[in-house]
């Protein structure tokens, strides 16, 4: 399984990017996919994600409102539709995914077999 994202860039506070991620494969081959993002000496934390099933969403309540997950099944992408972005939203987001469904919480980094590579995002103020 292969991740690719892209999207990432500097832009102003209240200003909006989009993220995509490009998944190798069928989008039947996936559980689930979403997004991390981590800041320098933090942890990486769960921004959002997607199951490919039933459409059930999730977002971080750091995002809440603000950022949009969604799929394109036919080209096997995912996006993330980013608006009134704030400093504190900078970061590298992280595309992940997991194929099998047997974690308990996707809210983990531990609970996805696939990472790619990171994109930067800077928000200035």
């Known amino acids: 399984v292969q991740l690719q994202a892209s999207g990432g860039g500097l832009v102003q506070s209240g200003g909006s990017l989009r993220l995509s991620c490009a998944a190798s494969g069928s989008s039947l081959d996936y559980y689930i996919m979403g997004w991390f993002r981590q800041v320098a000496g933090k942890e990486r934390e769960a921004v959002s994600y997607?199951?490919?099933?039933?459409?059930?969403?999730y977002y971080g309540d750091f995002v809440k409102g603000r950022f949009t997950i969604s799929r394109d099944n036919a080209k096997n992408m995912i996006y993330l539709q980013m608006d009134s972005l704030k400093p504190e939203d900078t970061a590298v987001y992280y595309c992940v995914a997991d194929r099998w469904g047997f974690r308990q919480d996707y809210t983990l980094a531990a609970s996805y077999d696939s990472w790619g590579q990171g994109t930067q995002v800077t928000v200035s103020s």
């Open positions: 997607i199951k490919y099933k039933d459409g059930e969403t």
